[in-house]
């Protein structure tokens, strides 16, 4: 017998060779099976790699047998794309009825070079007016509008129609609506719409609120359809959704005058961050009462600004959520989160469950804080040299970002003056122990002036929406601790530090915009929690 490893023969009846079955002998040889198995592996997964990137685009899974058992999820934090939602080009007519009967319409075709709806229609809808100097010639006792519809030859369409009753109107000079979709893969859509029968009653609108009555129906080529909306159940990312007035809200004569402390808020966890609604109905905040893939995470919930009311998380999100903060109108929802390294601001639609991310790349951006108009967002970013900054973004142009200070300072801490004009944030002296309060104009763009420049730590200011007091925090021991709410008259410059019963540590003061008072938390022993200040016009 004969070894089959070296050839040499075996003595007598020996099975194993004696130099090439040690136990020295053995380890070698599995370890080079190891070595062996582990670059087989490598070299597969690296093969499978160039696969799935070259050839099936990052899909490869759909190709193989575990498409029959894994059922694709619509998550929340998903953003549907709706340019593929039928692989046909799709036609789409928008046709706005108004209450004297009239209609406009627009013609939309969706091509799969282009992501978006593009107009087909050339001719641009001719207003009433226009179209009753064109008609007069003829002797027409009533102006007639351009009416785009598409002949029996068209493709099959999809039909908005908008309850007239719904429709508001105010003078304005530019008579064109431009509803600029925020998402990244819907339509954007120019609207002209006319409220008068008479030329000479003619008035330009700029503004149409859309009634919660708003039925979506995609149809395409091969004759199948689909509803996209019905009901109130579909917002889009529009400024029609989210512009608001910027005007300056008029208040009841008087000063402001703290009256007592509520708690709004409290867990076994920390809760802060809190936001009441424009319309006072709504607490928003951000809490980690609740783990996410088995750790405390952070998340978005809202709730009655009651203490006994029960929270509701508003939606599942993959990372912590810091400083959630409503629009206006209280359909979205901007906040920043880590669920994108290192943190980026993010924006919730309430009704569709949309989201879509407003910043991206390596650098950190935070702290969101929403202009009164709801077009702007200031925020926080260390983008450039590593400082952090005071920038904008314009919500339905996220592209167009504006820096607001500068220099080789720390700024934080964004919030808006009642008019939407300046912005009002905390700058960074020495760290943890100094810091002021500083206003610089947004429009026009000006140079920051402090307003609050103590020896101290002043930081997480905002101004009431009367815009006569500025509340914010102080730290009353060197390193950062003993934190208190201080009130700040601002015509006189006179300070008032509040005292709340029974609470040591009370941070980042944020107003009702009623003036009712300013939301708060403060830090105790089972965690943080959020109360209210209250207050009454004298």
Known sequence: MYCFRCGRKLPGREINCPDCDTPKKRRQRRHKRMVLGLFIFLAGAFVGSLFDTYIFKGEIWKHSLLNTWIKQDDNATQIPNTS????????????????????????????????????????????????????????????????????????????????????????????????????????????????????????????????????????????????????????LFTESNTNN???????????????????????????????????GKELLFASNRQDYNGKPTFQCFIKSPSEKAAPKKVFEWKGNVWTPELTPDGNMIVFSSDSEKPEHIFLYDRKSGNNMALTSGNTKNMMPSISPDGKKIAFVSNRGDGKNRIYVLELFNKNKITQVTKGNVNDREPRWTPDGKSIIFTRIIENMKISHIMKVSFEPLGEPQAIVKANSRNWMADISPDNKLLAFTRSLNAGGSKNVIVLQDISSGKEEVLSFPGIYESFRPVWNADCSGFVFHVAKKTGKCIYQANFSRE
Not at 105 to 126: R, W
Not at 214 to 230: D, K, L, M, Q
Not at 255 to 268: A, G, H, I, P, W
């Open 245 to 279: 007035s910027n005007d300056e809200k008029k208040f009841p004569e008087g000063n402001l005058v703290y009256k007592s402390v509520s708690l709004l808020e409290q867990s076994d966890r920390d809760s802060y961050h809190g936001f009441i609604s424009r319309n």
């Open 84 to 235: 593929a939602v039928a692989s046909e080009p799709r036609n789409i007519k928008v046709e706005v009825r108004y209450d004297d009967k009239s209609t406009t319409t627009t013609l939309y075709s969706e091509k799969e070079d282009v992501a978006g709806l593009q107009p087909i229609n050339e001719n641009p809808i001719i207003s009433k007016k226009e179209q009753y100097e064109e008609k007069t010639a003829e002797e027409k006792s009533e102006p007639v509008l351009q009416n785009n519809e598409p002949s029996k030859d068209d493709k099959p369409v999809s039909e908005t129609i908008v309850n007239p009753s719904e429709i508001k109107t105010e003078e304005k000079s530019n008579p064109v609506v431009e509803l600029s979709d925020v998402s990244s893969a819907s339509s954007n859509i120019a609207v002209e719409t006319v409220a008068s029968d008479s030329p000479e009653e003619v008035e330009p609108v700029n503004k149409a609120k859309v009634s919660d009555e708003v039925i979506i129906v995609e149809e395409y080529e091969n004759g199948s359809s689909e509803v996209i909306s019905s009901g109130s159940e579909t917002t």
